[in-house]
C-alpha cells in the first residue's frame, strides 16, 4: 500500500512523458523521411528521444537526493522547446492545426506534472548538509583516484620489471651461443690446420683482450703462464720486476701470437689468396699491436697452404 501511495504522483508524467516520447518519434521520423531513409530517420528520432529521456531521469535522480542538477536541466529545458517545436511544426504539415497544438501541448504538460513529482518526493535537507555530502563525495573520488594510480604504478613496476628479466635472459642465451659458435669455429681450425710441435700445445681460444694481456706480460685467466719454467709464477727471470716480462718472452708471446691469427684468418673456405691474406694479416696486425715483416707474412701463408694440402687433396 506505501509503494502503491508512492508510486502514484508518478503516473500521469509516466503517461504523458511515454505520449510525448512516441509522438516525437513518429514526428521526427515523418519529416526525416522527406529527405533520408525511413530508417535512419527513425533511428534519428529515437536518439533524439533517448537523449531527452536520459536527462530527464538524471535531473530526477539528482533533485530527489537534493544534489546539483546544473546540467540535467539545461538538458531538459533545452529539448523542450525543441519538443514543441517539432510537433507543432509536424502537425502543421500534415494540414491539421488542432493536431500541432495538442502535440506542442503534450511535452510541456509532461514536463510540469514531472517537476511536481520531483519536487514533492525529493529528499529535503539543509544547505549544510548538502556541503558535506558533496565533501564525502569528492574525498571517496579522490581515494578511489589515488587507489587507481597506484594500481597502474605497481603494474608499470611488474611489467618493466619482467621486461628486463627477460631481456636479461635473452643476452644470456645470445652469449652462450656465440661463446659456443667460437669454440666450434676453433676447434674447426685447429682440427684442419694442426700446428707443429715446435709450436706446443696453445692455451686455447684468444681473444682480443687475451692477446693484449699476453703482450704486456700478463696472463688471462684460464690460461697458463708463458716461460714459467724455472722464472716463477709470473713469467718474469730472476732480478726482473714483477709482472715485467723479459725480452725472449714478448717475442714468444707474438709469434704464437701472429702464428694463430695466420691460421684464424686463413681458415675461410675457400682459403685466401697471398695478396689478400698478407692485407688481412697487417691490418689485424696493426690492430692487435702485433710485428712481424712480411717474409714472416709469406712464410706464414706458405706453411698453412702446405698444412691444408693434404686435407685438400684427400677431399
Given at each position: 500500500?506505501?509503494?502503491?501511495?508512492?508510486?502514484?504522483?508518478?503516473?500521469?508524467?509516466?503517461?504523458?512523458?511515454?505520449?510525448?516520447?512516441?509522438?516525437?518519434?513518429?514526428?521526427?521520423?515523418?519529416?526525416?523521411?522527406?529527405?533520408?531513409?525511413?530508417?535512419?530517420?527513425?533511428?534519428?528520432?529515437?536518439?533524439?528521444?533517448?537523449?531527452?529521456?536520459?536527462?530527464?531521469?538524471?535531473?530526477?535522480?539528482?533533485?530527489?537526493?537534493?544534489?546539483?542538477?546544473?546540467?540535467?536541466?539545461?538538458?531538459?529545458?533545452?529539448?523542450?522547446?525543441?519538443?514543441?517545436?517539432?510537433?507543432?511544426?509536424?502537425?502543421?504539415?500534415?494540414?491539421?492545426?488542432?493536431?500541432?497544438?495538442?502535440?506542442?501541448?503534450?511535452?510541456?504538460?509532461?514536463?510540469?506534472?514531472?517537476?511536481?513529482?520531483?519536487?514533492?518526493?525529493?529528499?529535503?535537507?539543509?544547505?549544510?548538509?548538502?556541503?558535506?555530502?558533496?565533501?564525502?563525495?569528492?574525498?571517496?573520488?579522490?581515494?578511489?583516484?589515488?587507489?587507481?594510480?597506484?594500481?597502474?604504478?605497481?603494474?608499470?613496476?611488474?611489467?618493466?620489471?619482467?621486461?628486463?628479466?627477460?631481456?636479461?635472459?635473452?643476452?644470456?642465451?645470445?652469449?652462450?651461443?656465440?661463446?659456443?659458435?667460437?669454440?666450434?669455429?676453433?676447434?674447426?681450425?685447429?682440427?684442419?690446420?694442426?700446428?707443429?710441435?715446435?709450436?706446443?700445445?696453445?692455451?686455447?681460444?684468444?681473444?682480443?683482450?687475451?692477446?693484449?694481456?699476453?703482450?704486456?706480460?700478463?696472463?688471462?685467466?684460464?690460461?697458463?703462464?708463458?716461460?714459467?719454467g724455472g722464472f716463477g709464477s709470473t713469467g718474469t727471470a730472476p732480478g726482473t720486476p714483477s709482472g715485467t716480462p723479459s725480452l725472449d718472452?714478448?717475442?714468444?708471446?707474438?709469434?704464437?701470437?701472429?702464428?694463430?691469427?695466420?691460421?684464424?684468418?686463413?681458415?675461410?673456405?675457400?682459403?685466401?689468396?697471398?695478396?689478400?691474406?698478407?692485407?688481412?694479416?697487417?691490418?689485424?696486425?696493426?690492430?692487435?699491436?702485433?710485428?712481424?715483416?712480411?717474409?714472416?707474412?709469406?712464410?706464414?701463408?706458405?706453411?698453412?697452404?702446405?698444412?691444408?694440402?693434404?686435407?685438400?687433396?684427400?677431399?
Open positions: 500500500m506505501n509503494r502503491l501511495k508512492k508510486a502514484a504522483p508518478w503516473g500521469l508524467p509516466a503517461i504523458l512523458t511515454a505520449v510525448a516520447v512516441v509522438w516525437t518519434v513518429v514526428a521526427i521520423g515523418g519529416i526525416l523521411t522527406a529527405q533520408a531513409h525511413p530508417a535512419f530517420a527513425y533511428s534519428v528520432a529515437v536518439l533524439y528521444d533517448a537523449v531527452w529521456l536520459y536527462g530527464l531521469a538524471q535531473e530526477t535522480a539528482h533533485r530527489r537526493q537534493g544534489s546539483n542538477a546544473r546540467l540535467p536541466k539545461a538538458i531538459g529545458w533545452t529539448f523542450l522547446p525543441l519538443t514543441v517545436a517539432i510537433l507543432a511544426a509536424h502537425g502543421l504539415l500534415a494540414g491539421d492545426v488542432l493536431a500541432a497544438a495538442v502535440g506542442a501541448l503534450i511535452p510541456v504538460l509532461a514536463k510540469m506534472t514531472l517537476v511536481m513529482a520531483i519536487d514533492r518526493d525529493r529528499t529535503r535537507i539543509s544547505p549544510r548538509a548538502q556541503s558535506a555530502i558533496d565533501r564525502t563525495r569528492a574525498a571517496t573520488r579522490d581515494r578511489i583516484a589515488v587507489s587507481r594510480a597506484v594500481a597502474a604504478a605497481h603494474a608499470d613496476e611488474t611489467k618493466a620489471a619482467a621486461d628486463i628479466l627477460k631481456a636479461t635472459r635473452e643476452a644470456e642465451a645470445e652469449a652462450v651461443t656465440v661463446t659456443h659458435d667460437a669454440y666450434e669455429t676453433y676447434a674447426n681450425v685447429i682440427d684442419r690446420h694442426p700446428l707443429p710441435e715446435a709450436v706446443g700445445e696453445l692455451p686455447g681460444l684468444i681473444s682480443d683482450t687475451d692477446l693484449d694481456a699476453l703482450l704486456a706480460g700478463g696472463v688471462p685467466d684460464g690460461i697458463p703462464a708463458l716461460g714459467t718472452e714478448a717475442k714468444a708471446a707474438n709469434e704464437k701470437a701472429v702464428a694463430l691469427l695466420a691460421a684464424q684468418l686463413y681458415a675461410t673456405d675457400p682459403p685466401p689468396s697471398k695478396r689478400k691474406f698478407r692485407t688481412a694479416m697487417r691490418a689485424a696486425m696493426n690492430a692487435r699491436g702485433l710485428t712481424g715483416s712480411w717474409d714472416t707474412i709469406d712464410a706464414l701463408y706458405d706453411r698453412e697452404k702446405t698444412l691444408a694440402s693434404p686435407s685438400e687433396g684427400g677431399e
